[in-house]
């Protein structure tokens, strides 16, 4: 296939359900842009029937379609990962495959590319997520903004668009754990963010639960900064602090006072403080440390089956 214009990359996680709504909605928006363009759609070890879909479209439309089939299941940022590697595109736009982004709006990031932006963030206008996940992401992007410097108003939209350039420097970091739109906005020298819209999925339901919000949001603080380790320690040292005079309190009203009992509840919660917060840092050095071991290790990020493309003659 010869070098497009705009290289459209799309994980896909049993999405069997979305995928015939996708298909008749992406193709012609993408057609009405008149840009030469490739679709990648990476699937990352559905259990449903989406690789057959996959491989349905692609013999419907292989002049513009390509499928990367993975060896497992590895994540939605290796599935984009593996994207980026296969993308020829000037131009990458990231998109998800429920439909909450309509690709309709495709258009409006290629024309920011245009102006000279090379890293196209988005914020959902009008999210219609559920209100307990609207806060979490509101209270995750406030603590991220303080702790790295990556700045994100809606970091859970995953569609963005970026140029050639930085698609390359995310092609040559060797990171094993990374978070993209993250590492993307670090390499950027004239970022922006736009509104897109957004709507309820089309179908299924979120990969996203609770807990995988929290591991990502622990990857991106640990990945893009080490202010949680000197925040730790800051605290720590004034935690000693604290205790020293406590402690020499207690030693001088022991001298005045005598000895007493009263207090016993009292330094048994100061110690039962004093535990958690050394168990909370244990936990956050094992966070470092546990980069440390999967980058060391030098395992591949994902492994891929297949790939369904169109030959060149």
Same mark, same amino acid.
């Given at each position: 296939?010869?070098?497009?214009?705009?290289?459209?990359?799309?994980?896909?996680?049993?999405?069997?359900?979305?995928?015939?709504?996708?298909?008749?909605?992406?193709?012609?928006?993408?057609?009405?842009?008149?840009?030469?363009?490739?679709?990648?759609?990476?699937?990352?070890?559905?259990?449903?029937?989406?690789?057959?879909?996959?491989?349905?479209?692609?013999?419907?439309?292989?002049?513009?379609?390509?499928?990367?089939?993975?060896?497992?299941?590895?994540?939605?940022?290796?599935?984009?990962?593996?994207?980026?590697?296969?993308?020829?595109?000037?131009?990458?736009?990231?998109?998800?495959?429920?439909?909450?982004?309509?690709?309709?709006?495709?258009?409006?990031?290629?024309?920011?590319?245009?102006?000279?932006?090379?890293?196209?963030?988005?914020?959902?206008?009008?999210?219609?997520?559920?209100?307990?996940?609207?806060?979490?992401?509101?209270?995750?992007?406030?603590?991220?903004?303080?702790?790295?410097?990556?700045?994100?108003?809606?970091?859970?939209?995953?569609?963005?668009?970026?140029?050639?350039?930085?698609?390359?420097?995310?092609?040559?970091?060797?990171?094993?754990?990374?978070?993209?739109?993250?590492?993307?906005?670090?390499?950027?020298?004239?970022?922006?963010?736009?509104?897109?819209?957004?709507?309820?999925?089309?179908?299924?339901?979120?990969?996203?639960?609770?807990?995988?919000?929290?591991?990502?949001?622990?990857?991106?603080?640990?990945?893009?900064?080490?202010?949680?380790?000197?925040? #730790?320690? =800051?605290? +720590?040292? %004034?935690?000693?602090?604290?205790?020293? *005079?406590?402690?020499?309190?207690?030693? /001088?009203?022991?001298?005045?006072?005598?000895?007493?009992?009263?207090?016993?509840?009292?330094?048994?919660?100061?110690? #039962?403080? =004093?535990? +958690?917060? %050394?168990?909370?840092?244990?936990?956050? *050095?094992?966070?470092?440390?546990?980069? /440390?071991?999967?980058?060391?290790?030098?395992?591949?990020?994902?492994?891929?089956?297949?790939?369904?493309?169109?030959?060149?003659?």
């Amino acid at each position: 296939m010869s070098a497009p214009q705009v290289s459209v990359i799309i994980p896909v996680y049993n999405e069997e359900e979305g995928l015939p709504a996708l298909f008749a909605r992406l193709y012609p928006a993408l057609d009405r842009l008149n840009r030469d363009y490739e679709v990648i759609f990476i699937n990352d070890g559905s259990r449903d029937r989406s690789a057959a879909l996959l491989r349905e479209q692609f013999q419907q439309r292989p002049d513009v379609t390509r499928v990367i089939l993975l060896n497992g299941n590895f994540g939605q940022h290796m599935a984009i990962m593996a994207g980026f590697e296969h993308a020829n595109g000037n131009h990458v736009v990231t998109l998800d495959a429920d439909l909450q982004n309509p690709p309709e709006e495709i258009g409006k990031l290629l024309e920011k590319l245009d102006e000279g932006y090379d890293y196209i963030g988005s914020i959902r206008r009008l999210r219609q997520d559920s209100w307990w996940r609207r806060k979490a992401s509101r209270a995750m992007n406030w603590l991220r903004e303080r702790i790295t410097r990556v700045k994100m108003t809606d970091q859970g939209c995953m569609m963005r668009a970026y140029d050639r350039a930085i698609i390359d420097a995310i092609n040559r970091s060797r990171e094993v754990n990374t978070f993209i739109p993250a590492l993307g906005y670090t390499f950027a020298r004239n970022p922006v963010e736009i509104e897109v819209g957004h709507e309820e999925r089309a179908a299924g339901e979120s990969k996203y639960s609770l807990y995988k919000l929290i591991r990502l949001n622990f990857d991106l603080m640990t990945a893009f900064s080490s202010m949680p380790l000197q925040m #730790f320690s =800051l605290f +720590g040292m %004034a935690i000693s602090v604290l205790s020293a *005079l406590f402690f020499v309190f207690l030693m /001088i009203r022991r001298l005045i006072v005598g000895p007493e009992a009263h207090g016993l509840f009292t330094l048994f919660a100061i110690l #039962f403080f =004093l535990i +958690g917060i %050394a168990l909370f840092g244990i936990g956050l *050095l094992g966070e470092y440390v546990g980069r /440390i071991y999967e980058q060391v290790r030098r395992r591949p990020r994902y492994l891929v089956q297949a790939v369904l493309e169109q030959t060149q003659e």
